[in-house]
């Protein structure tokens, strides 16, 4: 059983920045990819960013590319998301999640392939 915990969302400008966190609990965390994904009202989840178990690997969606950084302490239990030159299209409840040990890593863009998540922060970015 791993728990996530996000925190860190909150109301910025545009082109402000932010920086998310997600705590896991769970010996476990290091052998497992880690997500981050977002949705806003009416929307469905999409996905955000997604990095390896040992760091080594990121992945990012189109939209956040070269704004969005994700990164991971295993000694911490802690994978965060550092959001820079916000949009208001930015704005969504943004969720931290266990993704799948696998080699193929077009699944770590597959949220059906992500089993534990977090409750949910909320980023808002006014225009």
């Known amino acids: 059983q791993v728990q996530l915990v996000e925190t860190g969302g909150g109301l910025v400008q545009a082109g402000g920045s932010l920086k998310l966190s997600c705590a896991a609990s769970?010996?476990?965390?290091?052998?497992?990819?880690m997500g981050w994904f977002r949705q806003a009202p009416g929307k469905e989840r999409e996905f955000v960013a997604a990095?390896?178990?040992?760091?080594?690997?990121?992945y990012y969606a189109d939209s956040v590319k070269g704004r969005f950084t994700i990164s991971r302490d295993n000694a911490k239990n802690t994978v965060w998301l550092q959001m820079n030159s916000l949009k208001p299209e930015d704005t969504a409840t943004y969720y931290c999640?266990?993704?799948?040990?696998?080699?193929?890593?077009?699944?770590?863009?597959?949220?059906?392939?992500?089993?534990?998540w977090g409750q949910g922060t909320q980023v808002t970015v006014s225009s």
């Open positions: 769970g010996r476990t965390f290091s052998t497992y990819p």
């Open positions: 990095i390896t178990s040992n760091g080594g690997s990121t």
């Open positions: 999640a266990v993704g799948p040990q696998t080699i193929f890593w077009s699944a770590l863009y597959n949220r059906e392939r992500y089993t534990y």
